[in-house]
Every structure is written in structure tokens, then in C-alpha cells.
């Protein structure tokens, strides 16, 4: 028998963490397992394909290589923490539209569900900022679980997960 995959997209707010630590309980109880999804999103004006010389490196690398190694960097305390809970985790990285790169990402992994994060945002900031997590519920072809987060810069969580898992990762 198949385990379930269950997607988890995910940003590096600080509700990240609560979506994370919510997705990892309820995966490692149902013994699924587990796709942590990231968009990477170009600057404006920057194509995949632009050179760069990050700072302390020795060559240019294209700008979407050093973003996706970044990505995939800072999701590392995240898979920590699904490790933690018991829980096979890969990672897939998508780029573009968020919206369109998630569904995407949840038909090409054949995931049974996604655990997402919303705000919960009102009036004019969600007319400007648009709902990731609308759009999704009402296109996925799954059930998708929101997980109410708070605004990122109240959520302590973050960081410390972020310093634990990096400490015990290089130690």
C-alpha cells in the first residue's frame, strides 16, 4: 500500500514555522509523507539566466542557482523538524506563480492533501495582496488544510527552530 503525500508550501515568515510544526504532527500521525514546497520568486527585471557574483564567492553563478540553493538552505530546520516527527520529507522547489507553481507541484508529487499557512487578511491588503491560500482551496483537487497563522513578525517560533536545527546540524 501507497503512503499518502501530504504538500506542504511554505515562505520564510515566521508563520512558516506554526504551518510546519501543525503539518509535521498531523503527517507523522497519519504516517504520511511529506513534500515541503517553496516558490523561489525572481527580483523584478531579473531573468534566470542573469549572472551574479554573491558576495564571498569565488565565480558567477545564474541568479536562479544561487536563489534555489538559498531555498533549499533555509528549508533545512524545517525538514528537521518533520525528521523529528517521524516523517519521510523531500523537498521540491517551483518557480513562478505561487498559486500556479503549488497546484503544479501537488499534481506532479500526487499529493492527497496540502497544509498551508493564511493570514487571515481583511479588506484593502487582500485585494492588493491577493490569498495564496483562496486561490488554492478553490483549485486544488485535494483537500487543502489551512493553518490560521499570526501576522510573521509576532511568531517567536521561527528563529529558534531555525538556530536549533543549524546547531544541531553542524554539531
Excluded: W
Amino acid at each position: 500500500m501507497q503512503k499518502d503525500t501530504i504538500l506542504v508550501p511554505v515562505d520564510f515568515t515566521g508563520c512558516a514555522y506554526e504551518v510546519v510544526a501543525s503539518a509535521a504532527d498531523l503527517a507523522g500521525r497519519l504516517g504520511s509523507d511529506v513534500v515541503l514546497l517553496y516558490v523561489v520568486k525572481l527580483p523584478a527585471g531579473l531573468s534566470p539566466d542573469t549572472m551574479i557574483h554573491p558576495h564571498g564567492s569565488e565565480g558567477a553563478v545564474k541568479a536562479v542557482e544561487y536563489l534555489d540553493d538559498d531555498a533549499r538552505q533555509h528549508l533545512e530546520p524545517f525538514v528537521q523538524i518533520f525528521k523529528d516527527a517521524g516523517c519521510a520529507v523531500s523537498i521540491a522547489l517551483e518557480h513562478g506563480d505561487v498559486t500556479e507553481a503549488i497546484l503544479n507541484a501537488c499534481t506532479r508529487v500526487g499529493s492527497s492533501m496540502i497544509i498551508m499557512g493564511t493570514h487571515g487578511r481583511k479588506g484593502l491588503r487582500r485585494l492588493v495582496e491577493g490569498s495564496v491560500a483562496e486561490s488554492v482551496i478553490r483549485r486544488a483537487n485535494c483537500p487543502v488544510l489551512t493553518v490560521r497563522t499570526l501576522e510573521p513578525e509576532s511568531h517567536p517560533g521561527l528563529s529558534e527552530a531555525q538556530q536549533q536545527a543549524l546547531s544541531e546540524s553542524s554539531g
